[in-house]
C-alpha cells in the first residue's frame, strides 16, 4: 500500500446556523413538501444488521401521536435469531473497521453532517415532526443542527484525545495506541431527540467500535432515516447494526453476552437501573468489564429571587416547561418564585399561555404538539387528576386524546412545597410553582437543593449579583447545567457540556460536572 506524509487535521467545527422557516422562506416550502410527501407515505422499516435489510414479517406500527390514527410506518421486529446475527455481524466489522486510519472513520461522519446540511435536511425533519410531534422549529434545533454539531464536533474532539501522547525522551520512544472496545457497544436511544439518537450509535463507532442499535418505538420513522443517511454516507455494513424490535428480548440477549463491552444509553431511570442490575448480575459472562454511561430523568427548577425581572422570570418558565410539550430531561419542571413577584409573573404566564397554539405541528403557527403516546398521555393526566384535588391550577389542565394525545400546557401552584408535582418527574408540559416568603430566601434555596433525586438542569433568576454568586455555591450540585436569568434547557454542543449528577432513592447517577450558562 502506499505510504501518506503529513499530519492530517479534521475542519474546525462550527455550530450549525438554525434556519428560521419563515414565512415564504425556502426552507419552510421544502420542508413543506417534505411533510406531504411523507405523510402520504407508509414507510416499510426492516432490520439492519451486517448492511443487509431485513423483514421479519412481525410487524408493529409507528403512528403520529398528533394524529394517531394516522399510521406512519410498518417496522419490522427482530427476532432472537436476529439478536445473535447482528452480535456476529458486529464481530467480523470491528476487525476491519477498528484498523481503519481515525482519519478514514472521521470521514464518513463528517459527510453524514454535510448531507443533513444539505440534502437530508429536510427529510430528518419532516420524519422528527411527523413521527415526534415537534414543531418545525424544536425539529430543526434537534434533527438538523444538534445532530449536525454532534458528528462535527465529535470528529473535533477525538482528534484532540488522539493528540494526547505520553512523554518519551532520548533512550525511548513512548507511544499510546487508542484501540477500540473488545467486543460490541449495546446502544438504547430515546424518543424525545433525533439528534441523541444519532449520537449514542456513531460517538463510539467513530473511534473504531462496533455497535448495535435499539432505537425507540416511538421514533422509529426518524430513526430508520438516520440509518439511511449514514449508510450513504459510507458506513461500512456491520459498523452499526439496526434492531428495532422488543427491548426485553433484544436486551436479554446483548446484556448476558459475553461479548458486551459498553452500554450508551438515554431514557428511563427504571430501565436503566434494570440494565445495570442485569449487568452486574452477568459479570462472570463478561471478556471485560463493561463501559456503561447513561443518562435518564430530571425535575429540573427555577428559582427567583425577589430582585428577580418578572418578565425575563415569565418567559423562563413558559419556555422552558412547555417547549416540546415539556418532554426534554432539562424542561423546567417545578418553579419557586417570591410572594412579591408571584402576582405579576403569574399574569404574564396566563398571558402567554393563552396565545399557545396546540396542535398538528404540520400547522406552523402551533406552539405545541402532541405527546408521544398512549402511556404518557395516560400518565400526565393523572397528574393534572391530582392537581386539580390537591392543588390550584391556574391555567390549562386539560387533555383531549380523541384526534391526537393533547396535553395543553398547565401551569399548577401548590400550597405545599413537598407536593408530588414539585418532587416526581412528569415528562410533560406541566409546571408547579411553590409561592415563598421573600424573607424566606435562604431556607428556598435549601429547599430547592434538597427536592429532587435529580441534578440535571436548573435556573436561578436574579439581578443582584451577591445573591446569583451564593446560589452558585448553595446549588452547586443541584445541577449539571446552571443557568443564570435564562430557562434551564437549550444547551449547544461545544458550548454548554450537558449533563449532571445525584439520582438518589435508588436511581442511576449521572456524570458529574456542571457548566455555567448567563443571560444578562
Known amino acids: 500500500m502506499p505510504g501518506f506524509a503529513g499530519t492530517r487535521q479534521v475542519p474546525p467545527p462550527v455550530n450549525e446556523p438554525v434556519r428560521t422557516y419563515a414565512p415564504d422562506s425556502p426552507e419552510r416550502a421544502a420542508l413543506k413538501k417534505r411533510l406531504d410527501e411523507m405523510a402520504d407515505e407508509r414507510a416499510d422499516i426492516p432490520l439492519v444488521v451486517g448492511g443487509e435489510e431485513i423483514r421479519t414479517g412481525d410487524l408493529a406500527q409507528a403512528v403520529m401521536p398528533h394524529d394517531h ?25 470491528r476487525r476491519e473497521w477498528g484498523n481503519w486510519s481515525f482519519e478514514d472513520r472521521a470521514a464518513v461522519f463528517l459527510r453524514a453532517a454535510e448531507l443533513l446540511s444539505t440534502t437530508w435536511r429536510q427529510t430528518l425533519n419532516a420524519a422528527t415532526m411527523l413521527g415526534q410531534s415537534k414543531t418545525a422549529h424544536q425539529a430543526e434545533i434537534d434533527a438538523a443542527c444538534e445532530l449536525i454539531d454532534f458528528l462535527r464536533f465529535n470528529v473535533h474532539f477525538a482528534q484532540e484525545l488522539l493528540a494526547e501522547q505520553p512523554k518519551s525522551d532520548h533512550t525511548m520512544w513512548n507511544q499510546l495506541d487508542y484501540r477500540p472496545l473488545e467486543g460490541f457497544v449495546y446502544a438504547i436511544t430515546p424518543f424525545n431527540f433525533t439528534a441523541i439518537a444519532g449520537n449514542l450509535p456513531t460517538s463510539p463507532a467513530l473511534m473504531g467500535n462496533t455497535v448495535i442499535w435499539k432505537p425507540a418505538a416511538t421514533a422509529m420513522l426518524s430513526a430508520h432515516y438516520v440509518m439511511k443517511l449514514l449508510t450513504e454516507a459510507g458506513l461500512p455494513p456491520g459498523v452499526i447494526n439496526f434492531l428495532p424490535g422488543d427491548p426485553v428480548t433484544i436486551s436479554n440477549a446483548l446484556l448476558s453476552h459475553e461479548d458486551l463491552a459498553g452500554v450508551h444509553f438515554t431514557g428511563s431511570t427504571a430501565v436503566f437501573n434494570s440494565m ?5 448480575r452477568n459479570m462472570g459472562r463478561y471478556r471485560g468489564y463493561p463501559r456503561i454511561v447513561g443518562e435518564t430523568g430530571g425535575k429540573d427548577f427555577i428559582l ?63 406552539f405545541m404538539g402532541a405527546v408521544i403516546d398512549r402511556k404518557a398521555f395516560d400518565k400526565i393526566s393523572g397528574y393534572l387528576a391530582d392537581a386539580r384535588d390537591n392543588a390550584t391550577i391556574v391555567h390549562g389542565g386539560t387533555a383531549d386524546d380523541k384526534t391526537g394525545y393533547f396535553v395543553h400546557p398547565t401551569l399548577v401552584e401548590s400550597r405545599h412545597p413537598e407536593y408530588r408535582l414539585l418532587c416526581e418527574e412528569i415528562f410533560g408540559p406541566v409546571v408547579t410553582v411553590s409561592v415563598y416568603d421573600d424573607a424566606k430566601w435562604e431556607q428556598t434555596l435549601s429547599l430547592v437543593d434538597r427536592t429532587s433525586p435529580y441534578a440535571l438542569t436548573g435556573a436561578v433568576f436574579a439581578r443582584d449579583r451577591a445573591v446569583v454568586t451564593q446560589a452558585m455555591f448553595v446549588l452547586r450540585n443541584a445541577a449539571g447545567n446552571f443557568y443564570v436569568n435564562d430557562k434551564p434547557t437549550g444547551a449547544v454542543v461545544g458550548q454548554q457540556p450537558f449533563g449532571g449528577a445525584r439520582a438518589r432513592r435508588g436511581r442511576t447517577t449521572r456524570r458529574a460536572r456542571s457548566s455555567i450558562s448567563c443571560d444578562g
Request: hydrophobic share 40%.
Open 69 to 93: 390514527r394516522h399510521v406512519l410506518a410498518d417496522y419490522h421486529r427482530a427476532r432472537a435469531e436476529d439478536v445473535e446475527r447482528a452480535i456476529r455481524a458486529a464481530r467480523d466489522a
Open 276 to 280: 445495570w442490575e442485569t449487568i452486574g
Open 304 to 366: 427567583a429571587h425577589p430582585s428577580a425581572d418578572p418578565a425575563a422570570l415569565s418567559v423562563g418558565i413558559v419556555r422552558g416547561g412547555f417547549e416540546y410539550q415539556g418532554q426534554k430531561c432539562s424542561a423546567a419542571s417545578r418553579v419557586y418564585v417570591p410572594k412579591s413577584l408571584w402576582p405579576e409573573v403569574k399574569e404574564r404566564c396566563v398571558e402567554m399561555m393563552k396565545a399557545i397554539k396546540v396542535g398538528d405541528v404540520r400547522d406552523f403557527r402551533n
